[in-house]
């Protein structure tokens, strides 16, 4: 495995790589890897000849008021699990390397952008869709992995690479739960004991839906209550959002007759969280 932290080497790498006639799979992070993340690996290594994962804490992302400064960061750590898993290549660039001194180009999805996390985080899309932009610029891959969890980051990401021409493969892969059901995420080692047990409401808000669903229930705003209800069990836990959304556009639906995404996203604590479920026809 080889750690590329500069634009150049890994650029040259990738084009060795699509030279020699290799399909080239990214799985985008910024790091503190969880299992979440290394399903996403497996996946590109089932799919592709060489992978590359990057690891890059992305400033543009986070708000004034986040946990830039505190968030995980374990690089020894990540870069041995990526090395069990297999990965050919890790990107691992500095936040200059990536935002040379005086850069004023961002990329925006208007419409989207400003919808469920997006508009609970003003610019958090927007430094999304930037540096996502940039590394497919710089690796170049055939296909690219992302999590189902962050579920309006893949439908931003998507229309992103539609409208762009960009000509990569976008592969959205399965949430992957703890045995008791929370979803895996680099915030969850913000949480103490209590604290994760709190987070679990988050699921069952979700479940509440997907029960209701199953027994026939197709009144949105009904599902919506069952859900915010089962949050509301636990007075720790603070809702940010509970919405039932078209997956494509992330607006809100009423009709139940198509797929349709449940969101949830809460504080337990000062730890924001979000997790997902898909309903509709089988």
């Known amino acids: 495995m080889r750690v590329c932290h500069s634009i150049d080497e ?21 790091g503190a890897l969880h299992g979440g993340h290394l ?17 890059f804490v992305n400033p543009l992302q986070f708000g004034p008021n986040e946990d830039l400064a505190k968030y995980p960061r374990d690089f020894d750590c990540d870069r041995e699990q990526l090395k069990q898993e ?16 005086g850069a004023v180009t961002y990329v925006t999805v208007e419409g989207l952008s400003d919808k469920l996390c997006g508009r609970s985080r003003p610019g958090h899309f927007r430094g999304v869709t930037t540096v996502v932009s940039k590394l497919f610029n710089i690796v170049e891959p055939d296909r690219a992995y992302f999590g ?21 493969q976008i592969e959205v892969c399965p949430i992957v739960r703890e045995p008791d059901g929370l979803a895996m995420s ?4 913000y949480l103490d004991p209590q604290k994760r ?6 699921y069952r808000s979700l479940t509440a839906v997907q029960e209701r669903f199953d027994h026939g229930q197709r009144t949105v705003h009904v599902l919506i ?10 007075p720790s836990v603070r809702l940010d959002y509970f919405e039932i959304v078209d997956p494509e556009t992330l607006d809100p639906v009423e009709d139940l007759s198509r797929v ?13 969280l979000i997790d997902n479920i898909v309903i509709g026809p089988a």
């Open 10 to 30: 890994i650029r040259a790498a990738s084009r060795t790589a699509r030279r020699d006639g290799k399909s080239l799979g990214l799985v985008p992070t910024m």
């Open 197 to 202: 047990k709190s987070a679990l409401v988050l």
């Open 260 to 272: 349709a995404l449940v969101a949830v996203a809460a504080f337990v604590g000062n730890v924001r």
């Open 86 to 101: 297999g990965v050919d290549f890790i990107f691992a660039p500095s936040v200059e390397e990536m935002y040379p001194a």
């Open 225 to 234: 209550e069952a859900g915010k209800q089962t949050l509301r069990q636990d």
């Open 148 to 168: 189902q969890k962050d579920a309006a980051q893949s439908t931003t990401i998507r229309r992103m690479v539609r409208d762009l021409n960009i000509p990569v």
């Open 186 to 189: 680099s915030r969850n080692a």
């Open 39 to 55: 399903s996403l690996v497996r996946t590109a290594k089932a799919q592709c000849d060489l992978v590359v994962a990057s690891i």
